[in-house]
């Protein structure tokens, strides 16, 4: 592994994490409204790619949404998670996205709240791996601020990463922005950390 935070969410820090999100199935509610919104505009899709899937929560509430024979694919750092997933019959590989290179391209790629956690060096790649990828549409639900910034996360150093991730794709690959939104952790019907989705697809 080429970064300390891969190592960190490959750890037993992943596995709690998993635990404590997923399996516990925080904020189900809030995804499902999330990928309505989102689905409005790209209910074409008939496969998904994300990066960081962990258990393919958001593969499940996209089955949910459109149909239970899209093909949901994905790469998953953490061995506990990678398990679960394709338990769930998600097509997943336990890879770091540092360490993948595209062979397949799929209606549309996916990174939720995985970007964040990149070391910041290495995000070219990571945007790289998202656009071919895809066939049409990029995805990507990530903490947002207008500088690159560092965020203490749960008392460690150098794990959180905030930043304009989505301008920064988009000029890098002359992305059509479709549709963003932004949603509120004081919410009181869909609760969820501050987060900005962003729709794009491809010229």
Same mark, same amino acid.
């Given at each position: 592994m080429k970064t300390d935070q891969e190592k960190f969410w490959s750890s037993d820090f992943g #596995?709690?994490? &998993? *635990?404590? &999100?997923h399996l516990e199935r925080k904020y189900f509610t809030t995804r499902v409204k999330m990928w309505s919104d989102i689905l409005m505009h790209s209910n074409d $899709? %008939? @496969?998904v790619f994300e990066i960081g899937s962990n258990t393919? $929560? #958001?593969m499940e509430v996209i089955q949910f949404l459109l #149909? %239970?024979?899209i093909s949901t694919n994905g790469i998953e750092i953490n061995k %506990?998670? @990678?398990l679960i997933a394709k338990k769930n019959k998600h097509k997943i590989k336990n890879i770091s996205v540092l360490d993948y290179k595209p062979i397949k391209k799929f209606d549309m790629s996916v990174s939720c709240g995985v970007m964040i956690h990149i070391n910041p060096k290495y995000l070219n790649?990571?945007?790289d791996v998202l656009y071919k990828s895809s066939k049409k549409y990029i995805l990507i639900s990530e903490y947002f601020n207008t500088q690159p910034v560092t965020i203490n996360y749960r008392g460690f150093q150098d794990k959180l990463f905030k930043r304009d991730f989505a301008k920064e794709i988009q000029k890098k690959y002359k992305l059509k922005l479709i549709d963003y939104k932004f949603m509120w952790s004081k919410d009181n019907i869909y609760p969820c950390d501050d987060t900005t989705w962003f729709l794009? *697809? %491809?010229n």
């Open positions: #596995n709690k994490y &998993t *635990e404590r &999100t $899709i %008939k @496969s393919g $929560i #958001n #149909n %239970k024979k %506990k998670a @990678s790649k990571v945007y794009f *697809e %491809k």
